[in-house]
């Protein structure tokens, strides 16, 4: 059979197309094995610019911030156009924006969502929450509960996730700003997790109740970019990022102290000398888990599912720096076994959450983002 020049032309675009549709298909259901599970990675949806953080809303559709200040819907597994609309003014700068998310524990009867961002202020930038009630395509009753002080210069080390405790108050993780003596200082919010009550009070039964800055939890902290509640005891363990080396997985305790920067496992950049005074000292605690070299983690969650049996009660932590899904086996409080998966497959993660129907959602940190699902893969 001879073909005609139009109709090789014709052939090799339909070539074309298949190859495209090919490597679209391999993306959405991209398969890897581990160690206890044959898994399946599908793309939900694309198009994310630099999401950070996610919720589900009790109907199965799923709040997205991204960093430079809109909050997405995924509706029925599509990314609607349209942002939400009402949000607080948000500054973006360096690390900064909008970033972690929550949904209040009586959400069916009091739509609150809680929002962390960076917000601009007398002394330059600092984390700040407010919540307003989501209806329809829009947030009404704004309110800030929260703002970290002093406000710094420069765009680094800002946390910020968010979670509720299981008496309803509301934990927020923050970083140093960059300003490494801070995280020490009981008069200064940054470097430290934060406790207050939904409407943005401070419980009396706080450590430093009594102090200057009375909604402190725990101190000594660099950069926290991962919350989660242990499944059964409820109690928050924490990571943070590290400098050269060093990143950690704190069970946090009130009142507690967790050395940055006196004591760490990490150097100062590039010329890996030594920063503080070692990696221990009376009075301070110790990583449960610590990472040298860095991961730069981000997102972490418990998995408390049904798809992936194998997996419930570990800890998943997303890689930034590797493009990592990383899996941490315990046992009474202690890591026994560490697994990476996706290996840089769909870039750098940025945060990771156990969804209502048992599968595992991660966030991929770019300017077309990406929201994954993470599932057996179906024989």
């Not at 090919?22 to 793309?43: K, P």
């Not at 609150?112 to 929450?129: C, F, I, R």
């Not at 008069?187 to 009375?214: E, M, T, Y």
């Not at 870039?347 to 048992?358: A, S, W």
Request: a neutral charge; aromatic letters at 8%.
């Amino acid at each position: 059979m001879v073909y005609s020049a139009a109709m090789l032309r014709t052939l090799k675009l339909m070539s074309l197309v298949w190859l495209l549709l090919a490597g679209e298909i391999c993306l959405a259901a991209a398969r890897f094995t581990s160690e206890l599970h044959e898994i399946e990675v599908t793309e939900v949806v694309d198009g994310l610019s630099f999401p950070w953080g996610m919720a589900f809303l009790p109907d199965g559709d799923m709040l997205v911030t991204e960093r430079g200040g809109a909050l997405r819907l995924v509706r029925g597994g599509q990314l609607v156009p349209e942002d939400i609309a009402g949000l607080q003014e948000i500054a973006p700068t360096g690390q900064g924006g909008l970033m972690g998310i929550a949904l209040d524990p009586a959400f069916d009867r009091e739509p609150w969502v809680y929002l962390a961002y960076a917000g601009k202020g007398q002394g330059g930038h600092g984390t700040e929450v407010a919540r307003g009630r989501l209806r329809g395509m829009s947030l009404g009753d704004m309110e800030v509960l929260f703002t970290a002080l002093p406000k710094s210069r420069g765009g680094r080390h800002f946390g910020s996730r968010l979670a509720f405790l299981p008496d309803g108050t509301l934990l927020i993780s923050l970083g140093d700003r960059g300003e490494r003596k801070s995280a020490q200082d009981l008069d200064d919010h940054r470097g430290s997790l934060i406790r207050i009550n939904r409407d943005g009070s401070v419980p009396a039964d706080n450590p430093f109740a009594g102090g200057s800055k009375p909604e402190i939890f725990s101190y000594g902290h660099r950069n926290m970019q991962g919350l989660a509640l242990h499944p059964e005891t409820r109690i928050p363990w924490t990571h943070e990022h590290g400098p050269q080396g060093g990143d950690e997985i704190n069970i946090n305790r009130p009142g507690a102290n967790y050395g940055w920067p006196v004591i760490t496992y990490g150097v100062n950049y590039g010329i890996r000398t030594r920063i503080g005074e070692g990696t221990a000292k009376p009075g301070m605690e110790q990583p449960v888990h610590k990472w040298v070299p860095s991961i730069a983690p981000s997102g972490m969650a418990f998995y408390s599912g049904d798809q992936l049996p194998r997996w419930r009660g570990n800890l998943l932590v997303g890689s930034l720096k590797f493009g990592q899904l990383v899996r941490l086996t315990l046992e009474n409080d202690r890591v026994v076994g560490e697994e990476r998966l996706l290996n840089n497959r769909f870039g750098r993660i940025r945060d990771v959450v156990t969804g209502p129907d048992g599968f595992v959602y991660v966030l991929t940190d770019s300017p077309r983002g990406q929201l994954l699902r993470i599932g057996p893969v179906d024989r």
